[in-house]
């Protein structure tokens, strides 16, 4: 099983810090616990009302959020109360005992539909979190540890489907219009979702399963010690200043390569970007200006496949 390990995330409110995984905490319920009796179905959070500066303690799908009495600064803590939640999820600590849980706040589903630049993709956008990164299924036997996506692909007109973070991007075939389909499909997932149904059972999916674009897979999780400093830049700008508004479109871009001799950045297109008419083109000039003008003299050409 893969370890956790602890992102330590500042928040609006000074008072509070989020403690963000790299896996699932709960995956339907959203709960926050006001003191140590509050907190009898979560272990966690108990264990947490131990430490004498803490005042609530929040648990979400992928995060632990602690506010905290000001008589003391989170600098000084927060390394050790990240340490101290790293240990306790690894150790095979119980985060919210499922049954019964009287405490927690429910958070409803909503599900909405929205058009991307690709005429034959939508984006189903949901309020809660779905999965922790981007897994990218070409057809019902790449999604089998992905029980949603495997749900969609039994819609005939279903030809792809694209997860990240809270929103699903579903590439149709032409044999459907969106007019007639797009309400099916949100009223589907809005139920599945409703319903605490599996998205992703595993949640290392992130390197997505055999024919969902073997490619795509070895890049997703490109280990930034791996890369050249060059290529580091390239990743950093395209998270940056690339991967945002490709999110909001329905899309996904990835880091594939870089050729210092040609002086080439390879990148591939995944979800609402990828087969679109018009975004290959878009944004393999878009991205290349940015490298140009960013990197200059290490990087003339930026090459984009689709995943």
């Not at 959070?45 to 506010?67: C, M, R, S, Y």
Request: hydrophobic residues 40%.
């Amino acid at each position: 099983m893969e370890s956790f390990n602890i992102k330590i995330e500042p928040t609006s409110n000074s008072s509070i810090l989020k403690f963000e995984t790299n896996q699932f905490l709960t995956r339907h319920e959203s709960f926050e616990f006001g003191n140590i009796e509050e907190a009898s179905k979560s272990p966690l959070a108990q264990q947490l009302f131990h430490l004498p500066f803490v005042k609530t303690v929040f648990i979400a799908q992928n995060f632990i959020a602690i506010e905290k009495f000001n008589i003391v600064e989170w600098v000084d803590i927060q390394d050790e109360v990240a340490e101290q939640i790293k240990t306790y999820l690894n150790s095979g600590g119980l985060v919210v005992k499922t049954e019964n849980v009287e405490s927690g706040k429910l958070i409803p589903v909503t599900v909405y539909a929205e058009s991307t630049p690709n005429p034959s993709v939508m984006k189903f956008v949901a309020n809660k979190k779905l999965v922790i990164s981007g897994a990218e299924f070409k057809n019902i036997d790449a999604a089998k540890d992905a029980p949603l996506a495997k749900q969609l692909f039994h819609f005939p007109f279903v030809k792809e489907v694209f997860m990240d973070e809270n929103y699903i991007s579903i590439n149709k075939f032409d044999i459907a219009e969106w007019d007639d389909i797009t309400l099916e499909l949100r009223e589907f997932i809005r139920n599945y979702l409703q319903e605490g149904h599996e998205v992703i059972n595993n949640e290392s999916l992130e390197h997505n399963s055999e024919e969902a674009s073997e490619k795509a897979a070895s890049t997703t999780a490109v280990n930034a010690e791996d890369l050249d400093e060059v290529s580091k830049q390239v990743v950093d700008i395209l998270d940056e200043y690339i991967k945002p508004a490709v999110a909001s479109d329905g899309g996904n871009i990835v880091f594939e390569s870089y050729n210092a001799e040609t002086k080439t950045v390879k990148v591939i297109l995944q979800g609402a970007c990828s087969g679109c008419p018009s975004s290959t083109a878009t944004l393999k000039n878009g991205i290349e200006t940015m490298m140009r003008d960013m990197l200059s003299g290490k990087v003339d050409y930026v090459e984009a496949v689709n995943g």
